[in-house]
T-cell receptor, first 111, second 117 residues
C-alpha cells in the first residue's frame, strides 16, 4: 500500500480556515486519495475523496497537486466539532480496496 | 443517518469468555467488510477483510483462530473474539464498502469497546 505522510498535530482557531497537508509521493495512477476523520470514541467518518481534480462537498474541499504527490484538505470555517484526528489514505481500485490507516493529524480547534 | 450498524457498543466480560460483535450494512449490500482494532492513542489497525460467502483474509500477525469472522449474508459480518483475555481489550471497528462505483468511500460503524476483566 502506498504510504502517506501527515503532520502529527495542528492547531487552529474557531471560524478560521484550516489546511491539512498530506504527502503521498509514491501514489500510483489509479490510487484515490481519501480523507477520513475520527472523533473521540467513535468510528472514522468519511470526509472527502478524489482522484485528480479538486473536489468540494458540504464538509470540506480537497486540493490535489498537479503531480498528485500531495494533497490538502481544507476546512473553510473550522468549528469546535471539527476537532478530530484526520487521516489521509490512498486506496487502489483493485482487489479488496482496503483502507490502511497511518497516524493521521490530530487537529485542535481553539475557541 | 448511519449506513453501517455495529452491535454491541460496549462489552465488559470475564477472561475466557467468547464475545461476538455484529456489523450490518443498512442501505447497501456489502460483499466486503473490514474489521479493525484500535488501542488507546493509536491508529486503527486492519485485522481482516471479510468476504461474503468465503473465508476471511487476515492481515499478518492476526490469529485467525482467535478472531473468527463470518460473513454469511450480504449485509452482516460477525467477529468473534474467542476465549478473550485482558490483552484483547480494545476498540473494535467494522467498515463496509459500497460496491457501486470505483473509489467509493467506506462506511464505518461506531465501534465496540471490549473490556476483559
Amino acid at each position: 500500500d502506498a504510504k502517506t505522510t501527515q503532520p502529527n498535530s495542528m492547531e487552529s482557531n474557531e471560524e478560521e480556515p484550516v489546511h491539512l497537508p498530506c504527502n503521498h509521493s509514491t501514489i500510483s495512477g489509479t490510487d484515490y486519495i481519501h480523507w477520513y476523520r475520527q472523533l473521540p470514541s467513535q468510528g472514522p467518518e468519511y470526509v472527502i475523496h478524489g482522484l485528480t481534480s479538486n473536489v468540494n462537498n458540504r464538509m470540506a474541499s480537497l486540493a490535489i497537486a498537479e503531480d498528485r504527490k500531495s494533497s490538502t484538505l481544507i476546512l473553510h470555517r473550522a468549528t469546535l466539532r471539527d476537532a478530530a484526528v484526520y487521516y489521509c489514505i490512498l486506496r487502489g481500485i483493485q482487489g479488496a480496496q482496503k483502507l490502511v490507516f497511518g497516524q493521521g493529524t490530530r487537529l485542535t480547534i481553539n475557541p | 443517518g448511519a449506513v453501517v450498524s455495529q452491535h454491541p457498543s460496549r462489552v465488559i466480560c470475564k477472561s475466557g469468555t467468547s464475545v461476538k460483535i455484529e456489523c450490518r450494512s443498512l442501505d447497501f449490500q456489502a460483499t466486503t467488510m473490514f474489521w479493525y482494532r484500535q488501542f488507546p492513542k493509536q491508529s486503527l489497525m486492519l485485522m481482516a477483510t471479510s468476504n461474503e460467502g468465503s473465508k476471511a483474509t487476515y492481515e499478518q500477525g492476526v490469529e485467525k483462530d482467535k478472531f473468527l469472522i463470518n460473513h454469511a449474508s450480504l449485509t452482516l459480518s460477525t467477529l468473534t473474539v474467542t476465549s478473550a483475555h485482558p490483552e484483547d481489550s480494545s476498540f473494535y471497528i467494522c467498515s463496509a464498502r459500497d460496491p457501486q462505483g470505483r473509489g467509493q468511500p467506506q462506511h464505518f460503524g461506531d465501534g465496540t469497546r471490549l473490556s476483559i476483566l
